[in-house]
């Protein structure tokens, strides 16, 4: 199914917008024009695919088409070659309108070798087409993915367009002469196949060549061979005769601006680098190696010239003890981990609850429990984030929605970590962590700046009357105590985990002040200033609004949007919203919920957030979790939507399922 | 009161205090500068007053300003060192302590930072903090107090107590073989390592001015009575006769000598790269040790961390390893100046946009 097609059963083939195909020039090739495609590259995790997807994401960037993007890799880094688990696979929508989703099923599978049509096929579609290399479908290959005849040979792929190409070996060819050994020539297939792929959706070259000269700047024979399997596979494009047409796809109609693509990952330390920038704060990163988060860790271990110092801790817990440490000193600290990580660096979050000092702690959620699926998304970690501790110890949650959006987050959880003292969870997850999609440059100036406000004087007086320090005196606004840094003249005080006393933060086991400080760390939480709940809930022209929500949060953003926007064009109406803020909940949101007949909940996890929910305003969301380590399908979850239609008491059937098809595609909708 | 530290007598190396602001001159700081008015809570007899008034004591000794001075510990009777002293403090949580220090050190090289831990904070529930913090050589100063008890749990076994030991969860006596904390630092590449005693104020004061002035991980342990769990673990140390017959003061370029007037002991050195005690009248022929607390090779320290038993039949006190090594907050600082160095200073809003806007770019209009 389409993603982006409004008529589901639409055929799988990439649209047609411009009819017959128009010969072009340079070579004898018709091009047809189509709106959008899905591309998967897969192949054994040694082969390359995540390279060449990125690179041929970046050239359909620079042709300004709208994508996103889903990177597949298994845990292990190089699995039994040839294998099922070692299947390593990128896949790609790209199109001339809004994209929100990186694409429910493939248009085209680019299966390097048997393993790879194995592992994927099952995905595309009838009528999808098959780009495979001939050369690995040999005997002991297809044997080992349990394949007792070639499936290029046996018919069984017929209801697909299959070009089965020597792939291999005309690298190998192209190679003859670059004096590199037979083994080194295969492994520049990847840009055999990434050129071959470059001429059939006629994508710019430029960028790929100047990536590969300078990536093997100090190799020149490796630069060489790679460069020219690329312009080989470009060359043979444009001289078989196996390829019916070229596609175009136009650029997509963005917001003037500024774009690059960028992974969620990326956008995320670049967001809490501005941060700390806005915030004149330097920024201390404590952090140990996980997957899926490392990311965060290189992108901001590079980053020194903006002040950002990270330390590669020796656990879990010392990275975030680090950043605490670099915290009570003056500093933005800040802990990246994935869910095992931050069940093990709970009881020094715990702390900082206690300490009520800025710190800001990334989950970059994947499959769990315990090890579960490493390198597979999941939003499971709600609950963990929210209640993952000892005592009674609120803090404020904050999701990404989107790959780019993970700037965003990233700003707004140093944020409210700097202005209310406290430590923020900013839950990301495996899809976000990497996938990419355009980017709008945000102009830093013109970003709001964040004042840390730390403590100069003393803001009290004690006992005898003279000036003192009171390190629990919060602000009668923000509820947020002074963050007084080590080196300040008069401010000596000491903080630890024991209770403290209200306003003078001495040791205090009174039981009436520990059930009024555990009131005040609640009600500083719940008091954390974030914009009201929006709800898109377009008026039908006969005035009504929808009776449907559908409600989500962090990386369902897309596949919702896009179902949403589907069952829009067929004629449903339905609200949709979308959370960022989990902790507290946006004003209005109790509200929203009640005054819709039914609101549907799609996460990835057992109903995590319905739950949450259903506690807090007594209203019967109904949950739809799943947890397969993949993102939703946008096609999954416009029946979800249709199912909640439908199911409304005293609904209307005709207008639920208009007949399949019977609704044109809308440009206005296509774009919203 | 002297401000001046002594140098190590190394080329080039840098005092642990030497970023630190220092009080203006002709100013000082007393004792009760540094005793916060918070009651200690300490059990009566204690050693860890003691070691509290010996660090108050010191502290103005420093010269430092006292808002520079941090001191973080973890969980445990001597953990609420912090409270006790009128700096800037922090009691964290079981064992993190130095972890939490290593980030405000790297981040803080204006501050001296001090670690205040127990044997089961520091070599059980925090053991995997303290070793990669000596590998690291971050520049602070841990204070271990091993008084071979949990003493704030009320009397179980410690990784530090000896085989056999009767406690309530060893009631038919513990099986675990115990840390020697001394040898354990020196394995794990500490830069610093020393061992003191709670009674001995001069010992221990002189140990903590050479653990200040080290640049670098500097590890003290401190033998500390707890009179409630572990009476008298010490006692063997502290009678006037048994101190002079068991302990062994190391002495940068003396020989390692001890015992009693009529009964003079000396370490040398014996086959296999270990040493041994041997009375001094019998050490014609033999290597008599000079302690060399700068020799780059941690081997003899080993060893004479070795000489301490359970029994403590010889137990070698004083500063075992002082070596320089350059540390990880100081070179985790150059990499950051150099690269804002190198581009000019501190970022501008125009960097960021440089930053995040990549290579690879395109303009919708
Ligand atoms: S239990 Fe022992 S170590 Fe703890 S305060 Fe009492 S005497 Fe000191």
Not at chain 1, 412 to 426: F, G, S
Request: proline share 8%; net charge negative; glycine share 10%.
């Amino acid at each position: 199914m389409r993603l982006e097609s409004p008529t589901p059963d639409a055929p799988t083939a990439p649209r047609v917008e411009d009819g017959a195909p128009a010969p072009s020039a340079p070579g004898s090739t018709p091009v047809q024009k189509v709106a959008g495609v899905v591309i998967r590259f897969a192949g054994d995790s040694g082969d390359g695919m995540q390279l060449t997807g990125d690179r041929f994401t970046a050239e359909t960037a620079s042709l300004g088409n709208a994508l996103a993007t889903l990177p597949n890799f298994p845990a292990e880094i190089r699995a039994p070659q040839g294998t099922l688990p070692g299947v390593s696979s990128f896949q790609l929508q790209f199109a001339d309108h809004v994209v929100l989703t990186p694409g429910d099923a493939p248009d085209v599978l680019v299966a390097m070798n048997p393993a790879a049509l194995r592992a994927n096929i099952a995905d595309l579609p009838r009528g999808g087409v098959i780009i495979a290399d001939a050369d690995e479908f040999t005997k002991r290959s297809l044997q080992k993915v349990g394949y007792t005849v070639s499936p290029l040979e046996d018919g069984s792929l017929e209801s697909y367009q299959v070009h089965a190409l020597p792939l291999t070996s005309m690298t190998v060819e192209a190679l003859k002469d670059s004096g590199l050994s037979r083994k080194d020539s295969e492994r520049a297939k990847n840009m055999f196949a990434l050129g071959m792929l470059s001429w059939l959706y006629d994508r710019p070259t430029e960028a790929t060549e100047r990536f590969l000269e300078t990536k093997f700047a100090k190799k020149p024979q490796i630069r060489d061979a790679n460069l020219t399997a690329f312009r080989a596979g470009w060359a043979f494009g444009e001289t078989t005769e196996g390829f019916a047409v070229r596609y175009q796809v136009a650029p997509a109609e963005h917001p003037a601006g500024t774009y690059r693509n960028i992974t969620g990952s990326t956008a995320l330390a670049y967001g809490l680098a501005t941060a700390a920038h806005k915030a004149g704060l330097p920024l201390v990163l404590g952090s140990y190696p996980i997957t899926p988060a490392s990311d965060i860790l290189h992108a901001l271990s590079g980053m020194k010239r903006f002040g950002v110092t990270t330390l590669q801790a020796e656990d879990e817990i010392a990275g975030v003890g680090i950043a605490l440490g670099a915290s009570f000193g003056g500093s933005l600290g800040v802990t990246t981990t994935s869910g095992p990580g931050l069940a093990l660096k709970a009881e020094t979050i715990g702390l900082a609850v206690m300490l009520e000092l800025p710190l800001v702690v990334v989950d970059v959620q994947r499959g769990g429990p315990s090890t579960g699926l490493p390198t597979k998304t999941e939003q499971a970690d709600l609950l963990q984030a929210m209640y993952g501790r000892n005592g009674e110890s609120p803090l404020p949650v904050v999701a990404a929605s989107s790959p780019t959006d993970c700037f965003t987050a990233a700003m707004e959880a140093v944020r409210i970590a700097v202005t209310y003292r406290t430590p923020v969870i900013l839950l990301s997850d495996g899809y976000l962590a990497n996938g990419s999609e355009p980017w709008a440059l945000p102009s830093v100036a013109d970003l709001p700046a964040i004042d840390p406000a730390q403590a100069t004087g003393p803001n009290g007086a004690g006992d005898d009357g003279r000036p003192a320090f009171r390190p629990y005196l919060r602000d009668p606004e923000t509820l947020a105590r002074p963050w007084a840094v080590p080196g300040t003249p008069g401010l000596e005080h000491r903080i630890g985990g024991l209770e403290k006393a209200d306003v003078t933060g001495e040791i205090s086991y009174e039981p009436e002040n520990h059930e009024r400080m555990t009131g005040l760390r609640q009600a500083k939480v719940d008091g954390v200033a974030v914009p009201p709940l929006e709800v898109d809930d377009p008026v039908a022209p006969d005035g009504t609004r929808a009776r449907v929500l559908v409600l989500g949060w962090g990386s369902t953003y897309g596949p919702i949007a896009a179902a949403v926007r589907d069952a829009r064009a067929e004629g449903l109406q339905v609200a949709r919203a979308h959370l960022r803020h989990l902790n507290p909940f946006p004003p209005g949101l109790g509200d929203a919920l009640r005054s819709y007949d039914r609101v549907v909940l799609p996460e990835m996890n057992g109903g995590q957030l319905a739950l949450l929910l259903r506690a807090r305003y007594l209203v019967d969301v109904q949950s739809h979790g799943r947890v397969r380590g993949r993102p939703f399908s946008a096609g999954e979850l416009l029946d979800v939507v249709r199912d909640a239609v439908a199911a409304l008491p005293d609904h209307d059937s005709a207008a639920a399922s208009p007949a399949a098809g019977a609704v044109a595609e809308s440009p206005q909708e296509a774009r919203r | 009161m002297s401000t001046t530290t002594t140098p190590l007598g190394l080329p080039g190396v840098r005092s642990g205090t030497e970023d630190v602001p220092r009080l203006p001159e002709g100013t000082t700081l007393s004792k009760k500068d540094f005793t916060a008015a918070n009651e200690v809570r300490w059990c009566p007899g204690c050693g860890d007053y003691a070691v509290l008034a010996a660090v108050q004591g010191f502290m103005p000794e420093l010269g430092l300003r006292k808002e520079n001075i941090v001191c973080i510990s973890g969980i445990g009777c001597s953990s609420r060192f912090p409270y006790y002293l009128d700096t800037y403090g922090m009691h964290s949580i079981h064992g993190r302590a130095p972890a939490i220090a290593t980030g405000l050190a790297a981040s803080r090289p204006d501050l001296s930072v001090w670690v205040v831990t127990g044997d089961g904070d520091a070599l059980s529930i925090g053991g995997n903090h303290l070793v990669h913090a000596m590998r690291r050589n971050v520049n602070m100063t841990i204070l271990l107090f091993n008084n071979r008890i949990y003493g704030l749990t009320k009397g179980q076994y410690s990784p530090t107590s000896e085989v056999g030991k009767v406690t309530k969860s060893t009631p038919a006596g513990s099986v675990d073989a115990p840390f020697n904390p001394v040898s354990l630092a020196l394995g794990a590449e500490a830069t610093f390592v020393a061992r003191t005693l709670d009674s001995d104020r001069k010992h221990l004061t002189s140990v903590l001015r050479a653990a200040a002035e080290h640049r670098g991980t500097s590890l003290v342990e401190i033998y500390q009575n707890c009179p409630i769990f572990n009476d008298g673990a010490f006692d063997v140390l502290k009678d006037r006769d048994e101190t002079q017959a068991r302990l062994v003061r190391l002495e940068d370029g003396q020989e390692v000598r001890f015992g009693r007037e009529d009964d003079q002991k000396v370490v040398v050195t014996a086959p296999g790269g270990g040493v041994e005690v041997v009375p001094a009248a019998d050490a014609a022929g033999r290597e008599v040790v000079v302690h060399d607390a700068a020799a780059a090779d941690p081997t003899r320290a080993f060893a004479l961390s070795r000489l301490d038993g359970p029994s403590m039949a010889h137990v070698p006190v004083g500063v075992f390893r002082a070596v320089a090594r350059p540390t990880y907050d100081d070179l985790v600082r150059d990499q950051v100046d150099s690269a804002r160095a190198e581009a000019g200073g501190a970022a501008s809003d125009a960097d960021l946009d440089a930053l995040i806007a990549g290579g690879d770019t395109w303009v919708v209009r």
